[in-house]
């Protein structure tokens, strides 16, 4: 009706950060706690970025091609950190303060699996500085013999049929 008085809302890009990964790795590094620097930092991936102002947000968004074994569980952190923090942060996380993740994956079996599917990302980040920020993607393992395979399956199957490469991407917008 005439009433209604809608404003847009705007919200300007600033710059575009992209990176893609498609080596295969495997990450089995245990971690039983918060401490992300014992997580494996997929640093393939891996993004510094200055932020052009205090106020940015930061979209997150991105395909990470891993899989993970269903016994024990694997975990997902997305971090960041800049020179005004002691430490990384947790991006978006869990409300158990006793280990924090943004996501967490399994397969339903333990057997050698050409199965996998990605997993999606669509966060955002205001860090509120204009340091660099760097930008990680750390996997952990509640077990060291259930490891992450990270743009492979289980298997590591290669052949065209059921196999074959895969990628993993995230791009990381700056907004005003």
Do not use: E, H
């Given at each position: 009706g005439s009433g209604a008085n809608l404003t847009g809302i705007t919200q300007a890009v600033k710059k575009i950060y992209s990176k893609r990964d498609g080596a295969r790795h495997v990450a089995s590094n245990q971690v039983q706690d918060n401490n992300y620097g014992n997580m494996w930092d997929w640093s393939n991936m891996q993004q510094v970025i200055t932020p052009q102002s205090a106020t940015s947000q930061f979209h997150i968004t991105g395909s990470l091609n891993i899989s993970h074994y269903g016994s024990y569980e694997g975990y997902v952190t997305i971090t960041y950190q800049h020179s005004g923090l002691s430490g990384e942060t947790a991006v978006v996380s869990n409300s158990q303060t006793n280990f924090r993740r943004t996501h967490?994956?399994?397969?339903?079996?333990?057997?050698?699996?050409?199965?996998?599917?990605?997993?999606?990302?669509?966060l955002i980040i205001a860090p509120g500085t204009t340091n660099a920020v760097t930008f990680r993607i750390r996997l952990a393992t509640s077990s060291s013999s259930y490891p992450w395979h990270v743009n492979r399956d289980g298997s590591n199957t290669t052949n065209t049929s059921d196999g074959g490469g895969v990628l993993s991407s995230w791009t990381i917008t700056e907004l005003d």
């Open positions: 967490r994956g399994n397969l339903y079996s333990d057997s050698g699996s050409t199965m996998m599917s990605p997993v999606p990302l669509d």
